[in-house]
Each structure stands twice: as structure tokens, then as C-alpha cells.
């Protein structure tokens, strides 16, 4: 899916530069930083600078970078929700994982889902979705 604009739910701010999203975070020690998601759907690679660390497995916070607000979703603890918007102007709701290096995204659009990454097996349940992996 080729999207347009990666936005915040809140102030819907447009929070993709080129090829990545942008998010400010906070790490378990409540040390702050900037993280830059691919933006591409399944690439889960991660630009951070050094001196913003955490650890394999550890739970982070992400922030809108514009407005400051907690992007945690509703479906679970560990995921975090923009909307995205395609050619068409339809707008999505995606969820991703705030887990340091666990792949799981999930974009939804009424009834409809598509999942990708290797641990999405972990947040299923709470999509009320029947596929078996």
C-alpha cells in the first residue's frame, strides 16, 4: 500500500519526512529522543541517535512530535496508532508496536486489516480477527 500522509490522531499533523515517520519517544528511564520509523509498511528499519538508548524488548513511548501526544492506542499497551492516508484521500488507522525491535503493524480501514511483520501473531486477539498463523 503507497500511502500519502502519515498523521497524528490528535492534532492530525502530517509526521512523515521522504521516506520515514517521525516520533519523539521516551525510553523506560524517561530519557527522551527522536525516532524515525520507515515509513514503507513492513520495513521496520529504525534512525535514532546514539546517545537515545534502549534495550532489545523494552517498552517505549512514542509522542506526536508536533503536538505532544501520547500516541498509545486502545487495542493494547504495547501498541501505538497514527492514521495514514492514500491516494484516494481514505484514511486508515495504523498500529504499530512500541516493543524495541518487535514487528508487528496492523493497518485498519472499516472491517478490513492487513498485518505485517513476525511478531504480529502477538496483538491479533485484539483485532477480533480469525487467521491463523
Known sequence: MENNFLLCPKCKGILNVEENVVFSAKNKDGKAGLIFLH?????????????FT????EQLTFYCPLCNTKLRSD??????????TDK?????????????DEKSTYVLIGDNV?????????YIDFFNLSQSF
Not at 54 to 57: D, L, P, Q
Not at 88 to 97: G, K, N, P, R, T
Not at 114 to 122: A, R, T
Open 39 to 51: 515509513a514503507h509498511l513492513g520495513n521496520y528499519t529504525v534512525l535514532r541517535n546514539p546517545q
Open 54 to 57: 534502549f534495550e532489545s524488548g
Open 75 to 84: 487495542k493494547h499497551k504495547n501498541l501505538a496508532q497514527i492514521l495514514m
Open 88 to 100: 484516494m484521500d481514505i484514511l486508515y488507522h495504523v498500529y504499530f508496536s512500541e516493543i524495541a
Open 114 to 122: 492487513e498485518i505485517y511483520g513476525q511478531d504480529s501473531k502477538n
